[in-house]
């Protein structure tokens, strides 16, 4: 299957800092790219939809302001964590779909685990 | 916009036996259904999906069927092993690479030997 990766895999930052965490489609080109966040023991939640090209799609409760995002190419999406806080310490994951691909399956990357203190 | 239910959030079962975790669904167009596999500070892995064209679809120990009219599908696993304890996630989607998977709320599956 296509591969997604993820940078960097585990970062620890103080109150106040941003942190800049990058996803890229190694092998395919993807138009569009999704941002998941999952706290300890509970589902994924999407937070935004990254569009090449154009600006991101956030879900309601999500601040853009926060969580900047930028997708300047087909194979990398960035999350930027502005004024990172403590209770944004999470797991962050970006997945991908085959633009040119005709099926549905989403590629995780391998996931950014935050840390605030 | 979608909702998707999962049960049960835990389960546990004898090895060797079968288990079996359901989904329902919302938005009627919905065509796309994983599931997903995953391990504690893992990715999620794809371990079946099935599209709405069909009603039931196999793999080795696993299968899922769909059921478009009632809006759920389940997970069926057979002769279940102690490494096929992790957390499984449903999942739904329309047919469109724009639209993003909505997640069920997880399952914690322990298999005990």
Redesign the interface.
């Known amino acids: 299957?296509a591969v997604v990766s993820q940078h960097p895999s585990r970062v620890i930052c103080k109150s106040g800092t941003s942190v800049k965490i990058e996803c890229r489609s190694l092998d395919f080109q993807a138009?569009?790219m999704?941002w998941y966040r999952q706290f300890p023991k509970?589902?994924?939640?999407?937070m935004a939809?990254s569009?090449e090209g154009s600006k991101a799609t956030y879900e309601q409760g999500v601040e853009k302001d926060k969580f900047l995002i930028n997708h300047a190419s087909l194979t990398l999406s960035t999350l930027t964590v502005t004024s990172a806080h403590p209770e944004d310490s999470s797991?962050y994951?970006c997945?991908a779909?085959d633009?040119t691909g005709a099926g549905?399956?989403?590629f995780?990357?391998?996931?950014t685990?935050l840390t605030v203190l | 916009g979608e909702n998707v239910e999962q049960h049960p959030s835990t389960l546990s079962v004898q090895e060797g036996d079968s288990a079996v975790i359901k989904c329902t669904y919302s938005d009627s167009a919905s065509n796309?259904f994983?599931w997903y596999k995953q391990e504690l500070?893992?990715?999620?892995?794809?371990i079946i999906?099935i599209?709405s064209n069909v009603g039931e679809k196999k793999d080795q120990r696993i299968a899922v069927t769909l059921n478009k009219t009632a809006k759920h599908f389940s997970l069926h696993i057979t002769e279940t092993q102690p490494e096929d304890s992790a957390v499984y996630?449903c999942a739904a989607?329309p047919?469109s690479?724009?639209t993003?998977?909505?997640?069920?709320?997880?399952t914690r599956l322990s298999v005990i030997a």
């Open positions: 299957g138009t569009t999704f509970q589902s994924l939640m999407l939809t569009n797991f994951i997945s779909r633009s549905n399956e989403q995780f990357g391998p996931g685990r | 796309y994983p500070g893992k990715r999620p892995q794809l999906d599209r996630f989607s047919n690479g724009n993003p998977l909505v997640f069920g709320k997880g």
